[in-house]
C-alpha cells in the first residue's frame, strides 16, 4: 500500500493592513485574507499604534506584536484559527497591562 503526503507550501505575508474590526494579511502567492480582529483579544485591547508596530517573523511565516507580545502564524490565518490563548492567560495579561498604564 502506498500513500500520498501532500507537501503543501505556506506563503509569506508580504503586508499587513489593521483597522479596528479586522486584519488583512497579503500573502505572497497573491492572496489577501482578512479574518476578525476580535479572534486575537490582546490587539483587540491595544492602542492604535500598538497595533500599527508590527514586524515579519520566520521569513513572513508569522506577525509579531513586540508591545503586546502577540505572535499570528500564516498556517493559523488560513486555517481560520484564532488565538489559542486561554481566558486565563488573557485575564492576566489584561489586568497587567491596566496596572502599568495607572
Known amino acids: 500500500m502506498t500513500s500520498l503526503e501532500t507537501d503543501i507550501q505556506i506563503p509569506a505575508v508580504t503586508n499587513v493592513l489593521i483597522d ?8 505572497s502567492d497573491g492572496r489577501t485574507i482578512t479574518v476578525p480582529l476580535s479572534w486575537y483579544p490582546r490587539l483587540l485591547h491595544t ?3 500598538e497595533r500599527k508596530n508590527w514586524r515579519l517573523i520566520g521569513n513572513g511565516e508569522g506577525i509579531h506584536w513586540p508591545d503586546v507580545d502577540e505572535d499570528i502564524s500564516v498556517r493559523g490565518i488560513i486555517a481560520g484559527k484564532p488565538s489559542l ?4 492567560s488573557f485575564k492576566k495579561w489584561l489586568e497587567e497591562r491596566k496596572k502599568n498604564k495607572i
Open 20 to 27: 479596528e474590526d479586522s486584519i488583512t494579511v497579503d500573502l
Open 47 to 49: 492602542e492604535v499604534n
Open 85 to 88: 490563548e486561554s481566558n486565563t
